[in-house]
Nanobody, 124 residues
């Protein structure tokens, strides 16, 4: 199983980025997908999750209204659309997958599968 995260980069405050997580070795349509982030010197934190069907999403309060998680099961890919980025959003962003999990559970239980991080840097 591989989860390949991409799309990170340097952006000015107020800007936008779209992260992608391409999955291989698993049938994405049976997995809840999530995004997490870890800033330098801080613990990893949950960002967002989306159910296997795409019908249910769940967000951390810190990104609600600014970030949108989506998925395209036909492409085995999940996305994180990030708007109104702020310097405090600077972190390495990781995608993760868990079999048939409730999106809310991604924030409290460690998913089984993880991708490598993609770095997002927001300048002020």
């Amino acid at each position: 199983v591989q989860l390949q995260a991409s799309g990170g980069g340097l952006v000015q405050a107020g800007g936008s980025l779209r992260l992608s997580c391409a999955a291989s070795g698993l049938t994405v349509s049976r997995y809840t997908m999530g995004w997490f982030r870890q800033a330098p010197g801080k613990e990893r934190e949950f960002v967002a999750a989306i159910s296997w069907s795409g019908s249910t999403t769940y967000y951390a309060d810190s990104v609600k209204g600014r970030f949108t998680i989506s998925r395209d099961n036909a492409k085995n890919t999940a996305y994180l659309h990030m708007n109104s980025l702020q310097p405090e959003d600077t972190a390495a962003y990781y995608c993760a997958a868990e079999y048939l999990a409730l999106p809310q559970s991604m924030g409290v239980q460690t998913p089984r599968y993880w991708g490598q991080g993609t770095l997002v840097t927001v300048s002020s």
